[in-house]
């Protein structure tokens, strides 16, 4: 049961995933086949419920890619539906505190460390791997906050001190919002809240992570040199859209020159 994942997290090693909002197997499948090393099924925004979460998951594994949820809420019920459905690590959005990370944690971890709630499960192949699963989840499973307003900024060093927490993740639109000035990613609030951000988790030894929504290679550059190692790339549907845009360009232009021609 060994989380490659938690393992990338502990050991700040970097790590590649791509982002799913297509409630569809399908994307998972063809990131698994590519080797991205996690995927991501966003549950916060998009139309993903449990029941095509869990399918997803199984297209995930298929090819050794590390099932990963970004929650809708910090909320008991869905971390814990989560993980029984498969998840192996899980972003818990919008932490401003170390309680709400705390209770988290305990909820994402069965006792004596914290009160998930035994059952069989598709996490534990429904009881057939049920006391190794139950042996084995609190370490293998990995939870990075998500930190995306300026209160989760201000308590950046106590959340990361909460026991359990393998990471942080920070959450750009969001919080350029939250100081006013939503999509100013430039913004002077902005780069004094990452550089704190970055050097929390430098002190405290957690992995830092991100998204590049639009990856470039300058931009993955950027972000290795500024010490993210859990790097997600893309989005399902922004891919689609990109590469849809781009054929279609393509098309018009090549026509453009044959009718050229033609006359």
């Known amino acids: 049961m060994k989380n490659q994942f938690r393992r990338a997290l502990l050991e700040r090693t970097p790590s590649f995933g791509a982002w799913m909002q297509i ?3 399908a994307p998972a499948e063809i990131f698994g086949r590519l080797g991205y090393d996690w995927i991501c099924v966003d549950l916060e925004h998009g139309v993903i419920n449990i029941e095509s979460m869990t399918g997803i998951f199984r297209a995930v594994e298929l090819h050794g890619a590390t099932p ?3 929650l809708p809420f910090a909320d008991t019920i869905w971390i814990k539906r989560t993980l029984d459905a498969g998840a192996r690590g899980l972003i818990v959005p919008m ?3 170390p309680e709400i990370a705390a209770a988290a944690i305990r909820q994402a971890k069965y006792p004596p460390l914290g ?3 035994f059952g069989y499960s598709r996490a534990c192949l429904h009881g057939i791997d ?3 699963y139950i042996a084995e989840a609190n370490d293998e499973i990995a939870v990075v906050m998500q930190i995306e307003h300026c209160d989760g900024i201000e308590a950046i060093d106590s959340i990361l001190e909460v026991k359990g927490v393998d990471g942080a993740f ?3 639109l969001d919080l350029s919002g939250s100081f006013g000035k939503t999509g100013e990613l430039d913004s002077l609030e902005m780069r004094d809240a990452l550089v704190r951000f970055r050097g929390a988790c430098r002190q405290h030894g957690k992995a830092a992570g991100m998204h590049l929504v639009h990856p470039t290679n300058d931009l993955i550059g950027a972000a ?3 010490g993210y190692t859990m790097i997600a790339l893309g989005v399902d549907n922004v891919f689609l859209a990109e590469a849809a845009k781009a054929a279609l360009e393509r098309s018009r232009a090549a026509l453009g ?3 050229a021609g033609q006359g």
């Open 23 to 25: 409630a569809h197997p």
């Open 224 to 226: 290795l040199a500024d």
């Open 115 to 117: 009160e998930r709630g």
């Open 95 to 97: 932490v401003n505190s």
């Open 68 to 70: 990963v949820a970004r």
């Open 257 to 259: 020159e044959v009718l």
């Open 130 to 132: 049920f006391d190794q």
């Open 170 to 172: 920070i959450g750009p």
